[in-house]
């Protein structure tokens, strides 16, 4: 019922800074919790970050703290991923994705987000 569609990707030299976009479609009526989330080549999908409904709460994975931060235009419907510092390691595809609410204890549980976008791919360079 919400289409998340990411946007922002590229490539970029070891150090560089990215901004991922997110904008929500669908029910616009519905509260959600949206996330943010990356898959490795050869990996599992993993969390990056996630913001509550009304942006007051925000959650980090623990490796990616201090370098890449979330944010949401709540009037717009759309949510950014701030990439800073960025790595070699970091290249993947990032999702965003959208979840009515924490079912699990860990805030970037997958499991915890319903709705996902297609994915836009971020290259990072040494």
């Known amino acids: 019922r919400v289409y998340p569609v990411e946007s922002g990707g590229g490539s970029v030299q070891a150090g560089g800074s990215l901004r991922l976009s997110c904008a929500a479609s669908?029910?616009?009526?519905?509260?959600?919790?949206m996330g943010w989330f990356r898959q490795l080549p050869g990996k599992q999908r993993e969390g990056v970050a996630a913001?509550?409904?009304?942006?007051?709460?925000?959650y980090y994975a623990d490796s990616l703290k201090g370098r890449f931060a979330i944010s949401q235009d709540t009037a717009k419907r759309i949510v950014y991923l701030q990439m800073d510092s960025l790595k070699p390691e970091d290249t993947a595809v990032y999702y965003c994705?959208?979840?009515?609410?924490?079912?699990?204890?860990?805030?970037?549980?997958?499991?915890?987000?319903?709705?996902w976008g297609q994915g836009t791919q971020v290259t990072v360079s040494s």
């Open positions: 994705a959208a979840g009515f609410y924490y079912y699990y204890t860990d805030f970037l549980d997958r499991r915890n987000f319903r709705y």
């Open positions: 669908g029910d616009t009526d519905s509260s959600h919790h």
């Open positions: 913001i509550s409904t009304d942006g007051d709460s925000t």
